[in-house]
């Protein structure tokens, strides 16, 4: 199982395309990674000049605070205004109406500072109720249930989540499905986010790989100032058998960037996971276990050590020379590789001379 951080303009239509990290700057505004997210869409029971009432509501209290309503129809259409606060069907607002709306207006409730963000299964074989190629009655192949623990962090909250919105949802791609789903409610913030569903419908209308669950993960002004994982943890699938499996996962955790960048170094053995994809070396293993073991960039050798011979003058046979013909090893350097070998890699790598890794 793997997340995909689905930010501003990537719609998840190719699961291969797994973004790790997404940016939300904490200011009440759209920008950075963030998306312009529909949270609702209804029509204006009453309104004052600093209120909004929908008689449907149901919210709860302050849920919307720091989002913003847009009138989209009727009086007042066109106006924007920031939520200072709500009741179960009420919205207060920072700054009055210069039209009022009424029963003639219709509203809708956007989030700031929110991203998607998927659940996907990759992968996965869809036989479909057809058997297996070389079983005709082996259905085990596809998805009919599944269930994951999501954590993520103090100050961040999921807004929503969806299992069953077609298109989307994996188990949703084949015709009879009819979707169960036991995930817990939204709006949530405890920092652990249980989902699941299975698929009820008549027969076997199992399928493969596709996105599992939608989430709206939203961040508040209480959130640190740091990049934070969110993790995947207790994820299985089940086949039309009844058998659960684990299958292999492009990653199990991702990364949101609340006011910084995305730099996200999950061995922690000094370059990012983006730099390390570039140099060749494992962004997940930051210590080699055998000379084949490309794990740490400035351990070119893989021998666990820093050192001249083996390592720095390496660089300084191919100085000044582009990847390729040098490997993708030796620019190590700036903080994103520029593929050419010079002083600054030499640099990078005396800066840990002598050092050793375990």
């Excluded at 209120?51 to 605070?65: C, M």
């Amino acid at each position: 199982m793997s997340i995909d951080m689905n930010v501003a303009g990537n719609t998840n239509s190719v699961l291969g395309a797994i973004q790790t990290c997404a940016r939300i700057n904490e200011n009440n505004l759209v920008d950075a990674d963030e998306e312009d997210l529909l949270a609702v869409s209804r029509t204006v029971a009453s309104a004052t000049t600093t209120t909004l009432t929908d008689a449907s509501g149901g919210w709860l209290v302050n849920q919307w605070a720091g989002n913003r309503v847009v009138l989209t129809a009727g009086s007042g259409s066109g106006q924007t205004r920031t939520i200072a606060s709500n009741t179960a069907n009420t919205l207060t607002i920072t700054q009055p109406w210069d039209t009022v709306p009424n029963a003639t207006s219709s509203y809708q409730i956007r989030l700031n500072d929110a991203i998607r963000m998927d659940a996907t299964a990759l992968g996965i074989p869809a036989y479909n109720n057809n058997g297996t190629p070389t079983n005709a009655s082996d259905d085990t192949g596809g998805i009919i249930a599944y269930s994951f623990d999501l954590t993520y962090p103090a100050g961040v909250s999921i807004a929503s989540q969806t299992s069953a919105q077609a298109g989307v949802t994996v188990l949703t791609r084949n015709s009879g499905s009819s979707i169960f789903d036991s995930s817990e409610s939204a709006p949530e913030s405890d920092g652990l986010f249980r989902a699941g569903a299975l698929d009820t419908g008549s027969g076997i209308p199992e399928s493969g790989s596709g996105v599992l669950s939608r989430l709206v993960v939203q961040s508040s002004p209480s959130a640190s100032t740091a990049v934070h994982p969110l993790g995947l943890s207790e994820n299985v699938h089940v086949d039309a058998s009844g058998v659960g499996y684990a299958p292999d996962a492009t990653n199990d955790k991702a990364f949101i960037a609340i006011n910084t960048a995305c730099v996200v170094d999950s061995d922690g053995d000094g370059w990012s996971d983006a730099a390390e994809t570039m140099i060749g070396t494992d962004p997940l293993d930051n210590c080699p276990d055998s000379a084949a073991d490309d794990a740490w960039p400035a351990d070119i050798n893989n021998d666990t050590f820093v050192d001249i011979i083996a390592d720095i003058s390496v660089l300084t046979n191919n100085f000044a020379v582009s990847v390729p013909p040098a490997p993708a090893r030796h620019s190590v350097a700036p903080e994103t590789p520029d593929g050419f070998v010079d002083i600054f890699d030499i640099s990078r790598l005396a800066g840990v001379f002598a050092q050793s890794c375990s």
